[in-house]
């Protein structure tokens, strides 16, 4: 496609529940990024992948949280047993990787957690 | 860790008057610099990096940026401000050389800026 796809756009869920978010990046581009958005604070960083190297985990808020990147491609943010401070805006963003390529963006699925 | 400061909640400047957002930096190392820009229930777009050469950059919009290695700053700035301007600004950094291989970007909390008519 020709920018970064994220699906669901919007997601509200009962607390306990687990939920999917999905990721697809723009074609070729080596690295995707996490992040979330909530109310009025900035993006708060929470995985990293590039290529083939293992992902940088570090920002992650708890065990709940996790991700994988199928094929170097889609990736999916798993976030279970879900919780009300989880109620967010969820960013995900592509590169050509390396670091001094710009990110691009997709819009972002709005989690609601009632 | 690297970090990045934009010490202005909201900066407020009137129609045709220049605008800075300031946003300063701490990473290991030499940094990649970059400014990005949230309109109202919009993403995030690319404004203008700092790669490497002339420490003032161009970028979209008319926007510009100044690096300074020694004040580790980054400044946005523009010439003129326009009311379509208004939106949130955002400054990130990630490091040029990553010895762990992570290029982790790294974004301020936002500068809320509005120009007034």
């Known amino acids: 496609g020709a920018g970064v796809s994220q699906s669901p756009s919007n997601k509200v869920t009962e607390k306990g529940k687990d939920v999917e978010l999905r990721c697809d990046p723009i074609?070729?581009?080596?690295?995707l990024y996490w992040y979330r958005q909530s109310l009025g604070q900035g993006l708060e960083f929470l995985i990293y992948?590039?290529?083939?190297?293992?992902?940088?985990k570090s920002g992650l808020p708890s065990d709940r949280f996790s991700a994988e990147r199928t094929g170097g491609s889609v990736s999916t943010l798993t976030i279970q047993r879900t919780q009300q401070e989880d109620s967010a805006v969820y960013l995900c963003?592509?590169?050509?990787?390396?670091?001094?390529?710009?990110?691009?963006f997709g819009q972002g699925t709005r989690l609601t957690v009632v | 860790a690297q970090s990045v400061a934009q010490p202005e909640d909201q900066v407020n400047v009137a129609e045709g008057n220049p605008l800075t957002v300031k946003c300063t930096y701490s990473v290991s190392g030499n940094p990649y610099l970059f400014w990005y820009v949230q309109y109202p229930n919009r993403g995030l777009q690319f404004l203008l990096k700092y790669i490497t050469g002339d420490n003032l950059v161009k970028g979209s919009y008319g926007f510009e940026a100044e690096f300074n290695k020694s004040q580790t700053s980054f400044h946005l700035k523009k010439p003129s401000a326009l009311v379509s301007d208004s939106a949130l600004y955002f400054c990130a950094v990630t490091p040029r050389d990553s010895g762990a291989g992570s290029y982790q970007l790294t974004f301020g909390k936002g500068t809320k800026l509005s120009v007034i008519p």
């Open positions: 074609s070729g581009h080596t690295a």
């Open positions: 992948f590039q290529g083939n190297s293992a992902p940088d």
């Open positions: 963003a592509s590169s050509l990787g390396q670091g001094k390529a710009e990110a691009f």
